[in-house]
């Protein structure tokens, strides 16, 4: 059995063909990034060669601390949400009627471009004939925030839409998850007289973890690294009010033509979701996999 | 073992697949503008065109274009010119990449001073001096060339020509009795009567940014002068002087005034233009390529479209600016790309293109082009004779601050506007982030 | 009970919660209504959109975004479809998201099941490169990709669009499946050894159709990334023939101006086939279950 399954020729022809294509278009540009991190370059004549320099001026560049918090407050909220998520997929793979096509429906945001998105967003937020406003209005509410132009509004306007386009996702995942769960444990359970909730917290939950586990990485760093509505709808601001990492590091390469600095935006970035996912599955790590004989 | 065959099958195919079509780019690559290989006596030549007029919702340039491509080959019939099209935004972040790695079209469009200077420092776009002679040079309106010379040399040729008045609805003005201001006070009268009678006085959408600035520029000019504002943007002379502190306050006023729209700092310039068209706002500073919309444009209704008129950004008293001191500038412009190997073509086809161009854009497209148009030819709605008239009557014309400076300056201070705008900064902490991004 | 179980009705229930009367009723009740809100938030957005093409640059700037559009242009699609190319990106989105979609999930399931079932020493060495791929910022690597490609001659090629999508995708489909097959059952593997299976056939007559759920899963994940991507498209295509959807939605943002109506559309048209793809797969997902393979 062991030599059937350690054969290493079987191993490399399944394992190599992914690997360098990862290694090619991954691994490759991240070295590329971290070069021209190093080197001061407006990405059209040759790069000159600066040291540290860019890595300095990151450490002082208030306006990039800012979009980091930013980024940092949107992987929290990310991964709180994930409670929800986990919540409603529990809802939906029980045994709720309807349940097949709330699924359905519920993961149709899912599939919408982020250009889409934004645009029905922005008619929502928009100042005086939005969904938003019109509604309070209505309800009496004399004069209703610009949502996208309040300084101190606009970063918790954008969650909710950045949110609720990923919401979909996480709950297929949980979905699929729970659906693994043997209907065996849930039916015994029940007739040792376990209600519903109880059913969830110690029997399902514990059944998924490994994949809310994966879930927290995968919200914390996509939030750190997350680019998409911000830029659309308000390319960062009122003045950087809504900047992110990604955002920031996509206007100085592209907008201010400081290729060689955004590398190093860049290039940070990455380290920090490195380290945010270490400290993750550090925080969450157990020993146990679990078995179900 | 069948599985073992079925997969290294799949992979010698792909691995085929993937050699063909590497090959095949390749092959389409050696074809692109090397002009050789066919015998004959015209060698075949074809040549490269990046723009950024889709056909969707450009039309009308487009059709010029498409247009002016077929004469040509038809004049040419050994050149085949290859477009590709792109939006504003993705024309921009293409154009960066293709300079990146020295892969930048044989002719593209450019815009002019600052976004020009990092492409000429690094050799990519190449002289176009000898095309201005016989008599091309002097068919450009004073002052448009210059925004695209670097060094005393030519580097693109400009397609568009553009003037920002402010737009107002004539029957709102008429509904409250207002006149068409002539003096900075007469306007804030305007905005005052108007904002107390809940009618939005200026649609503003300052989430692009550049909008906000016009407002700034022309409040710089008037009461600091052209020459204070061009110095200060050059980084020559300060945005702390005192006229232009003032100027930087009085954008605060107004917004103290509530003379914008609800939440101008947050919309696009596409939501707050709505506003205009929909009566919702009194009045509007943009440029002139906006007039289509004023004239032309079936899609908006005729009773709004004839209740457009436009004036010119009053005057401040005591201000060192006049009242036919303009801002903007030429527009968009043609290149030639320097590692282009056919340039020579490539030269001669931008030279017939900017002419045939200008005789054309206004008309079929409702654009003002850089070279001079003789208006007295063509039957143009009144709003383009009159704002033609204004032209030729200009005493000055100041470029867009963003276009001038370079990318970081522009980024910084197309920030510092949303900022100002949004009162998060006082006019002094303006200044100081423009001195010091700009005198670096 | 047996007999519950191995048929393992599930999802669409007809039997109900045998909890207490009145108060289990009305909190089922008040859950079934949450439910119904939620539901229609998640609707309003293909309303909306629909709405949203049926109408011209006035009427969505000055109507209510939900309002019915005062004359039903179709001919937004019309002009989309003849004027806008949409037909030739149309065509380009599907196959190269379908070949790209097939590819990520053929290669992540051979990895995960190597990473996971067969034994060897860097088995984690090498879970852990994929998933650090994960990190990198997608914008970071234009510039360095694009002169990669370049140098290849792959750019303006549809093969730069396939690669790169399989690239980026790879990390997550394998963090989705890896979940998936660290739960399979030793014994199916020990019984098709026993009875002189290879690891090939074990794995793609056995394990793989095993999978069924997983990768239903993975391939909506998939299918909808690739779909809606747009900066690799942007960055790497050129030619109009081989652009896909989302780029050629760009087509009607003018440099001064933008035809709403036609963007409309055009989303419209491109949420379509995603959606019966969706649709279609997750109808799959259930069915995988239902099959019962794998409680077995």
Known sequence: ?293 | MPVMKKISMLLTISILLALTACGQAKNEGGDKGTGGGEGGDTKKVTITFMHLWPEGVSAGQNRIVNQIIQEYQNDNPNVTIKQDVLDNEQYKNKLKVLSSSNQLPDVGVTWAAGFLVPYVEGNLFTPLDDLLSEGLGDSFVAGTTDAYAIDGKTYALPLEFNIAPIYYNRAIFEQYNLDVPETYEEFKQVVSTLASNGVAPIALGNRDRWTGSLWYMYLADRIAGQEALASAIKGEGSFADEALLRAATEVQNLVDMNAFVRGFNGLSNEEAKSEFLNGNAAMYLMGSWDLPNFTTNEDIPQEFRDSVGFFKFPTVEGGRGNINSWVGGPGVGLFVSEKSPVKEEAKKFVRYFVERWGEQSVTGAGVIPATKVDTASLDLPKLYEDLFNEMNNATSITLFADVQMEAQAAETHLNQIQALFGKSVTPQQFAETHDKVLQR | MTSMSQTGRIGSGASKHSSGGVSGKIGYLILYVILLVVAGFQLFPLVWLFFFSLKNNQEIFNLPPLALPKQWRWENYVKVWEAGNIDIYFFNSVWITVVSTVLTVILGSLVTFAITRMRWKLSSLVLGMFMAAMMIPVHSTLIPLFSMFNRVGLIDHPLSLIISYVAFNMPITIMILLGFYYALPKEVEEASVIDGCSVHRMFFRIILPMTGSVLATTSIINMIYNWNEFIFVNTFISSDRLKTLTVGVQNFIGQYTTDWGAIGATLMISVLPILIAFLFLSDRIIEGIAAGSVKG
């Open chain 1, 1 to 293: 059995m062991d030599k059937v399954m350690s054969n290493k020729k079987v191993i490399a022809l399944y394992v190599l063909p992914a690997l360098l294509l990862i290694a090619v278009i991954i691994y490759v540009p991240l070295v590329l990034t971290a070069y021209y991190g190093l080197n001061a370059w407006n990405g059209i004549g040759s790069p000159r060669f600066i040291g540290l320099s860019n890595y300095r001026e990151l450490i002082r560049d208030g306006l990039f601390w800012d979009s980091a918090w930013h980024s940092f407050l949107l992987a929290i909220f990310s991964t709180l949400s994930l409670i929800l998520y986990l919540a409603v997929a529990m809802v939906l793979a029980s045994r709720i009627k309807g349940a097949n096509t709330f699924r359905k429906i519920y993961l149709i945001p899912m599939l919408l471009s982020s250009v889409a998105i934004a645009q029905l967003w922005l008619k929502v937020y928009h100042p005086t004939n939005g969904i938003l406003n019109s509604f309070l209005e209505t309800l009496g509410v004399k004069n209703p925030p610009s949502w996208l132009a309040d300084s101190s509004l606009v970063l918790y306007a954008l969650f909710v839409p950045i949110l609720w386009q990923y919401a979909g996702f996480y709950i297929l995942i949980y979905y699929a998850a729970l659906k693994n769960i043997p209907t065996t444990l849930e039916e015994a359970a029940k007739i040792d007289g376990a209600n519903a909730l109880q059913i969830a917290w110690r029997i399902k939950l514990p059944l998924t973890m490994e994949v809310v586990k994966v879930t927290i990485v995968l919200a914390a760093v996509g939030s750190l690294k997350y680019f998409d509505l911000i830029y659309i709808m308000t390319g960062g601001g009122p003045n950087g009010a809504s900047e992110v990492m990604a955002s920031y590091m996509y206007r100085l390469a592209f907008r201010s033509y400081d290729f060689g600095y955004a590398s190093a935006v860049g290039f940070f970035l990455l380290i920090l979701s490195l380290a945010v996912t270490w400290i993750i599955r550090r925080l969450t790590a157990s020993d146990d996999k679990i078995q179900y004989s």
